[in-house]
């Protein structure tokens, strides 16, 4: 019974997630106060501020092809269909590449305008030509993630990050300390290189790892490549099949892919809209308090560059689980197992709100003393005490949604954190000018709050639809 619960496919991913998003956002962290340090808060503010383009690059091309091949993959892999899940894979591939290399073009063509008039700040300019770059690269290795995550191999997706992460940090350090052997002074420029140093990183391991799994699931002798391979598990094992008929397949394939993928990345492109409109105007907001510029994106750096990292860096747990929530609790509904469902839902609670009171009450003890000791700021150490209390609601918050999506409720998660980003909207407008920095917590805490209500009466009302005697475990 034991080895049975330890080989569950949620215990086992979840751990491998958690272990590797815990080194990751180890490595991460630090790697923020090396950041910090050298670049100071306003460095920090500029590189925050080139983060809302990259989500909405993301959002454009590839968050909701990720899911789609996920979701299919698994379903073909499921009555070993091989063929049409490495099908499905490289259609999805041409897709989000073809929309990936439109976005990295216009982002470099366009970057002072960009910079100016959407990021109100004309010294990122050049830092979106280089983050541009970046955008084919993460649009390969997300593809390929989707594929694994469908097939539940959660390690290949994992060591990518952990690569991405690897090699971004080590690529930083590398330049800095070159530059100081020959009296160079670094720019934050050479943060966003190594950005772009890690998403090549995470491409190379992921399309190893595809080219592995082509020649496992096709072998073709020892004289043939794991490229022929991939090749036959694509376009099949002989040349019988008319291109016609090819073509007609692929076209089915790009119709069930987009019908899917549509309306997830439209979703997911209004969310990062809103989430870009609030990262833009927070500076601007607080120019209007009374701040100048460059202490304006010193505040938002200190924020969203140093504090936020550290209350987040927990939901490296919570997050792993959410990720394979997802398709387990989709897998138990569409099979009827309604018990395992309601399990997941007061399971999920009763752990975020476990973890959630002990990061609240660690980080309004030591929140002071880490502020000082890891950034050399009290800024940082009185955002970390406020921001303490977002932690309860944001991890219900996030494993509710999960669940949710996994149920098919997409539309209501979806209008549930429009409405949060919303409220959260009202803040940096109205409450920032008024009271600074410290209205716009406010709003993180409101906005979080009603988030995580809509979720758990949504969650919870659902499990009511049936009865069941115990609700203890998942697992």
């Given at each position: 019974m034991t080895?049975?619960?330890?080989?569950?496919?949620?215990?086992?991913?979840?751990?491998?997630?958690?272990?590797?998003?815990?080194?990751?956002?180890?490595?991460?962290?630090?790697?923020?106060?090396?950041?910090?340090?050298?670049?100071?808060?306003?460095?920090?503010?500029?590189?925050?501020?080139i983060s809302p383009v990259l989500a909405l690059s993301f959002s454009l091309t590839v968050s909701g092809i990720q899911t789609a091949i996920s979701k299919y993959v698994a379903s073909e892999t499921s009555t070993h269909d091989y063929k049409s899940s490495f099908r499905t894979l490289w259609t999805g591939f041409l897709l989000a590449m073809a929309l990936s290399a439109v976005c990295a073009l216009g982002i470099y063509v366009y970057a002072e305008p960009i910079a100016a008039n959407l990021l109100l700040e004309a010294r990122t300019a050049p830092l979106l030509r280089i983050i541009a770059l970046s955008i084919p690269m993460a649009s390969?290795?997300?593809?390929?993630?989707?594929?694994?995550?469908?097939?539940?191999?959660?390690?290949?997706?994992a060591f990518s990050q952990l690569a991405e992460q690897v090699c971004r940090v080590g690529s930083v350090y590398l330049i800095y300390f070159v530059c100081q052997k020959h009296g160079l002074t670094p720019t934050i420029s050479f943060a966003v290189v190594g950005l772009v140093i890690g998403e090549s990183a995470s491409m190379i391991?992921?399309?190893v790892a595809i080219l592995a799994r082509a020649h496992q699931v096709f072998p073709t002798g020892s004289k043939h490549t794991s490229v022929f391979s991939l090749r036959r598990g694509i376009f099949g094992y002989h040349s019988s099949r008319s291109a016609a008929g090819l073509a007609g397949i692929y076209r089915r394939i790009t119709g069930q892919l987009l019908q899917l993928a549509v309306p997830l990345s439209a979703n997911r492109l209004v969310l990062n809209l809103l989430q870009s409109v609030e990262a833009i105007y927070i500076p601007n907001r607080l120019m209007a308090y009374g701040l100048n510029n460059a202490d304006a994106l010193s505040v938002y750096g200190v924020l969203t560059g140093m504090s936020l990292p550290l209350i987040l860096f927990p939901s490296a747990i919570t997050g792993s689980v959410s990720v394979l929530l997802l398709p387990i609790v989709s897998e138990a509904d569409a099979g009827g197992n309604k018990t395992a469902v309601r399990r997941a839902i007061f399971t999920s609670i009763r752990l975020c709100l476990l973890l959630g009171f002990f990061f609240t009450a660690l980080f309004l003890l030591f929140g002071r003393l880490a502020g000082r000791l890891l950034f050399h700021s009290e800024l940082a150490g009185s955002f970390i005490l406020t921001l303490s209390f977002l932690c309860p609601f944001m991890y219900i918050a996030s494993m509710l949604n999960s669940i949710l999506n996994g149920l098919g409720k997409t539309i209501r998660t979806f209008l549930f954190s429009v409405a949060s980003l919303l409220l959260r909207l009202l803040f940096v407008f109205f409450a920032i000018p008024r009271y600074g920095i410290q209205g716009y917590l406010w709003g993180m805490l409101a906005s979080q709050m009603l988030q995580t209500l809509l979720c758990t009466v949504s969650a919870l009302r659902f499990s009511r639809t049936f009865t069941c005697d115990s609700p203890p475990n998942i697992l």
């Amino acid at each position: 019974m034991t080895f049975k619960r330890w080989s569950h496919p949620l215990v086992t991913g979840t751990v491998i997630l958690t272990l590797t998003g815990l080194v990751s956002r180890f490595i991460g962290f630090f790697y923020r106060i090396f950041l910090s340090n050298v670049f100071g808060a306003e460095g920090m503010g500029l590189y925050q501020l080139i983060s809302p383009v990259l989500a909405l690059s993301f959002s454009l091309t590839v968050s909701g092809i990720q899911t789609a091949i996920s979701k299919y993959v698994a379903s073909e892999t499921s009555t070993h269909d091989y063929k049409s899940s490495f099908r499905t894979l490289w259609t999805g591939f041409l897709l989000a590449m073809a929309l990936s290399a439109v976005c990295a073009l216009g982002i470099y063509v366009y970057a002072e305008p960009i910079a100016a008039n959407l990021l109100l700040e004309a010294r990122t300019a050049p830092l979106l030509r280089i983050i541009a770059l970046s955008i084919p690269m993460a649009s390969v290795h997300s593809c390929i993630n989707g594929y694994f995550y469908g097939i539940r191999k959660t390690g290949i997706p994992a060591f990518s990050q952990l690569a991405e992460q690897v090699c971004r940090v080590g690529s930083v350090y590398l330049i800095y300390f070159v530059c100081q052997k020959h009296g160079l002074t670094p720019t934050i420029s050479f943060a966003v290189v190594g950005l772009v140093i890690g998403e090549s990183a995470s491409m190379i391991v992921s399309v190893v790892a595809i080219l592995a799994r082509a020649h496992q699931v096709f072998p073709t002798g020892s004289k043939h490549t794991s490229v022929f391979s991939l090749r036959r598990g694509i376009f099949g094992y002989h040349s019988s099949r008319s291109a016609a008929g090819l073509a007609g397949i692929y076209r089915r394939i790009t119709g069930q892919l987009l019908q899917l993928a549509v309306p997830l990345s439209a979703n997911r492109l209004v969310l990062n809209l809103l989430q870009s409109v609030e990262a833009i105007y927070i500076p601007n907001r607080l120019m209007a308090y009374g701040l100048n510029n460059a202490d304006a994106l010193s505040v938002y750096g200190v924020l969203t560059g140093m504090s936020l990292p550290l209350i987040l860096f927990p939901s490296a747990i919570t997050g792993s689980v959410s990720v394979l929530l997802l398709p387990i609790v989709s897998e138990a509904d569409a099979g009827g197992n309604k018990t395992a469902v309601r399990r997941a839902i007061f399971t999920s609670i009763r752990l975020c709100l476990l973890l959630g009171f002990f990061f609240t009450a660690l980080f309004l003890l030591f929140g002071r003393l880490a502020g000082r000791l890891l950034f050399h700021s009290e800024l940082a150490g009185s955002f970390i005490l406020t921001l303490s209390f977002l932690c309860p609601f944001m991890y219900i918050a996030s494993m509710l949604n999960s669940i949710l999506n996994g149920l098919g409720k997409t539309i209501r998660t979806f209008l549930f954190s429009v409405a949060s980003l919303l409220l959260r909207l009202l803040f940096v407008f109205f409450a920032i000018p008024r009271y600074g920095i410290q209205g716009y917590l406010w709003g993180m805490l409101a906005s979080q709050m009603l988030q995580t209500l809509l979720c758990t009466v949504s969650a919870l009302r659902f499990s009511r639809t049936f009865t069941c005697d115990s609700p203890p475990n998942i697992l």
